[in-house]
């Protein structure tokens, strides 16, 4: 159904509630600057982002509606009148660090009663978690989750009102809410949501109960936004979704992730377009030609293969075997040679055996990762996995872990070491935070480099000759 300016009603009710947000944020600025005026004092926040890209770009959103407020952000948590964390539940050890978080919490909040502590994310999509914070974390004044971030502005509001715990957890939205205010964290890169959600329900991921069903942008929104970017100065996008390859099937004009490479590259004046994540299962012929033809479109890409066993990637229900994954890489390569690929490993997968634990390794040594985010298997309440059988000892999963690692990173010092006596354009990124007249930046393939000169030259691509290796990251030479 449509309206007479031709706007789905869906478009028009979202259009009202960001314009309800608005209001709210309005309400709250007045408030904080009649708190200036009255103490002379500003209220600050501290926004700390943990889990993936996904959760950094949220809280690009989260920083944006805050300094709509009135807030002004602060680096440093012990001066903040507003602390929110956006949790990740991907491992046991990220949910373990906001608990411990939240202990601190219960002190400040001793000396500075009028702080308003907020959790939003992934953690808290979570019954148990929510309970738990329920119970005993009384001091935390907000909770919301992944579906309704737009919404911190009457949230804080209510809190306000009320001086309660306001606890407001979506379980699904198949919306998407365009315009949230935005403060990107780099003046020349920014991330670009292309969907949300994930349909994939591998056997170990709590994802797709957090983030829920996958809902795609529409391409028109997607460019616009990039287009802003680029005229604000940005110089490289990164496109981002839990999985990009089956991006644009369920709109209503569906539209491959492909055609989406091709129109993003004809934005003028943005100079690198970077995305993540690939499935392999959905990895078509039309991408890498795609990713071939495009000049924008960086040499590089992340292929998590998370085993290498057969087995282990049925029992894990990632649609691929050892083969096709190989088979895939392999056409990768020899369309576009000089790609660098990287991955991410979860070793310890239950029934996991030493068989197929040499299955990775396998892999690991055919393709030649330039690098590798490795993971010990983490139970997650809820999903598949957590259930099976044969779940796999911890000093056993420990022991591959370390054997993983012994193949692995000589092989990726192999692999940067190739790049020693070439030119490479460097996106410089800042000043490294050891001497600071050395700088930081990432090559076409995202490899990381350091180089000497100064941080006027941060935002812009130079050409810089690589002269070392050390292994996770190059030592460059201006030219
Ligand atoms: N245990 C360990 N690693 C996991 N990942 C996802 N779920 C788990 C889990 N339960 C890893 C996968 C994924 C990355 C983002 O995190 O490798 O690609
Ligand atoms: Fe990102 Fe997944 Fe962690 Fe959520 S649970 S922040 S989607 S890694």
Redesign the pocket.
Known sequence: MTTDDNKSIDEVLLQEELQEQMAFMQKIKKENLAYTEETGKHRYFYNLAMG?QMNAHDSEKLEGMLTEMGYLKTTNETDADFIIYNTCC???NAEQKVYGKLGWLKHYKKSNPDAIVALCGCMMQQDTVLNTIKSKYKHVDIIFGTFNLYKLPELIATRKETGEMTIDIWEENRLIVENVPTIPSFSYKGAVNIMYGCDNF?A????PYVRGRERSRNPEDILAEIRGLVSQGMKEILLLGQNVNSYGKKLDSPITFAELLRQVNEVEGLERIRFM?SHPKDLSDDLIAAMRDCDKVCHYLHL?V?SGSTNVLRRMNRKYTKESYLELVRKVKSAIPDIAIST???VG?PGETEEDFQDTLDVIREVRYSTA?T??????TG?P?ATMEDQVPEDVMKDRFDRLLKVLNPLIHEENHKQIGTTQMVLVEEVSKQKDTILTGRTDNNTLVHFEGSKELIGSIVPVKIVDNKTFYLIGERI
Do not use: G, H, M, N
Request: glycine share 0%; hydrophobic share 40%; proline share 4%.
């Open positions: 993936c991907i491992r046991e591998c170990y991921c709590i994802v994540t998590p998370q991410d490993i979860i997968f985010f993971f010990l298997y983490s139970k997650r999903t996995a």
